[in-house]
């Protein structure tokens, strides 16, 4: 039964609970308040009848004194009696005005026979209900006792309960009615972020373009629901924000797969029409075969530099488990140096110039993929400008940082494409052929190269000139 009781409370709203948890305490509350004031008030008015008694009994005792015993009855219901107490046994005087059951007031005066002061009792007495007794001392060996009923105070603290639990009573069902509305009003923020939590709950998220725009804005519930609601919001926008990245990716990735399918297809295919040419090898004149195997052989190449750049891409996005780099103390400006050596051979038609500069800057590096992102950079001046468009090279160190500079004054890059030149496959021009225009690879592979060795890859500001910025840190590799 406890449990069920139990388990049908927790069911609750939190609401509802709150108010019966303020009810049951203020029960509580207003039971010790009761208890107390009741407690207090029966010792008050116990007090007053003790003193009204001694007052009475201070006139009885002259009364008793001059006449032998009492001969006036002071208040309707109460009762006197004069004992002459000798030998530890008490003799009743009469006339006396007592009740039918005598007993009690007989042991009280013998009681008062030892006794050096005033003694008061309550006491049920046989027919008559409870009574509180007092005992005094009229002279030696004649003791006065005074009988005043008690159902008048029993009556007043019945009064004051019945008062109590009424006063009581209405006070706790209004609490508890509008400690529960006042809880509600209170609690609507919170019941608010759940209807936001089940719209959430409701939205569909597996769509690429997964937006939640829903929020938690409704004000009011205090400092602590604020809190609530502003991390609440904040996880919102982390939520959004991670859906817009996934998103993001998701799109980023299945055009990555459609330009690698396009771009593996074409030398795919041209491999496999070489190969059906030599079927037909025995009919060719040996140059044709010779021919068609050096175009077999270099649809091959490229397709093989295409599968190494993606498997870069890819050693380099899982850089968190393994970085594919092997570093070791080089210097950067001998490797410039090679890099400027080897364009001007394959490159004639593009003047290279290297900036004066820091005689030797040692740095902790992998010099091949190094190389790799110089060649590149350089590879991509010549390739997307025309011929004898000059390109310049520059070597600067500040105080945290070495940065290589590769510039051409060529037309530049449009400012619609320069936020996209580092993304995969993409090319800024579109009608350029791949075989002399690349796979739009290189550089994504060289900004992934740079960021592995703790650096960047950045495009100058200026549309109208390309420069791009080769910065490598000082110290260690990460």
């Known amino acids: 039964m406890i449990r069920r009781a139990w388990r049908s409370y927790r069911r609750l709203r939190l609401g ?124 030696p060996g004649v003791v006065l006792v005074s009988a005043a009923p008690m159902k008048d105070i029993d009556s007043t603290i019945e009064q004051l309960v019945t008062v109590q639990v ?156 393994e970085t594919p780099l092997r570093a070791e103390r080089a210097d950067l400006v001998q490797l410039v140096e090679q890099a400027a050596d080897a364009f001007r051979a394959s490159h004639p038609a593009h003047p290279l110039s290297v900036a004066p500069g820091p005689g030797a800057v040692p740095l902790r590096l992998d010099p091949q993929r190094v190389r790799q992102v110089l060649d590149n950079l350089l590879t991509n001046a010549a390739v997307h400008t025309p011929a004898g468009t000059a390109v310049s090279v520059e070597v600067t160190v500040t105080p945290h940082t070495a940065q290589v500079r590769v510039a051409d004054e060529g037309p530049g890059i449009p400012p619609g494409d320069r936020d996209r030149v580092f993304d995969r496959f993409y090319r800024v021009d579109k009608a350029r052929s791949r075989d002399r225009g690349g796979s739009g690879l290189g550089l994504a592979v060289a900004r992934s190269l740079a960021e592995a060795h703790g650096g960047s890859l950045t495009l100058g500001d200026n549309p109208a000139r390309t420069v791009f910025t080769l910065t490598l840190p000082l110290g260690p590799v990460r």
Not at 22 to 45: D, H, I, K, N, P
Not at 287 to 311: P, Q, T
């Open 16 to 139: 509802t609970r709150l108010a019966l948890g303020l009810g049951a305490l203020s029960l509580v509350v207003f039971a010790v308040v009761g208890t107390a004031l009741t407690a207090y008030m029966r010792e008050y008015l116990e007090h007053q009848l003790g003193y009204q008694m001694k007052v009475v009994q201070t006139v009885q005792s002259k009364d008793a004194e001059a006449h032998g015993t009492v001969t006036q009855k002071p208040y309707w219901g109460w009762f006197s009696a004069v004992y002459d107490v000798s030998g530890g046994s008490a003799v009743l005087r009469q006339p006396a005005d007592i009740p039918h059951d005598t007993r009690p007031l007989t042991r009280f005066a013998e009681e008062m026979a030892h006794s050096d002061t005033d003694l008061l009792r309550t006491v049920r007495l046989d027919g008559e209900g409870v009574y509180r007794l007092r005992a005094c001392e009229v002279q």
């Open 166 to 321: 009424v006063a009581f009573g209405l006070a706790l069902l209004g609490l508890v009615v509008a400690g529960r509305a006042l809880l509600r009003r209170g609690l609507k923020p919170l019941s608010d972020m759940a209807h936001t939590a089940h719209g959430i709950a409701s939205h569909n998220l597996t769509g690429s373009a997964s937006r939640l725009h829903v929020r938690a804005d409704a004000p009011g519930g205090g400092p602590e629901v604020e809190e609530l609601r502003t991390a609440f919001n904040t996880m919102l926008e982390h939520i959004d924000d991670s859906l817009a990245v996934r998103a993001e990716a998701e799109q980023r990735l299945r055009r990555f797969v459609a330009d690698a399918s396009h771009e593996l297809r074409t030398p795919l295919m041209s491999v496999r029409g070489y190969a059906d040419l030599f079927q037909y090898a025995a009919a060719n004149a040996p140059e044709e075969r010779d021919k068609h195997l050096a175009r077999l052989r270099a649809e091959a190449a490229r397709m093989g530099v295409l599968l190494d750049d993606l498997l870069m891409l890819a050693r380099l996005d899982a850089a968190e488990v």
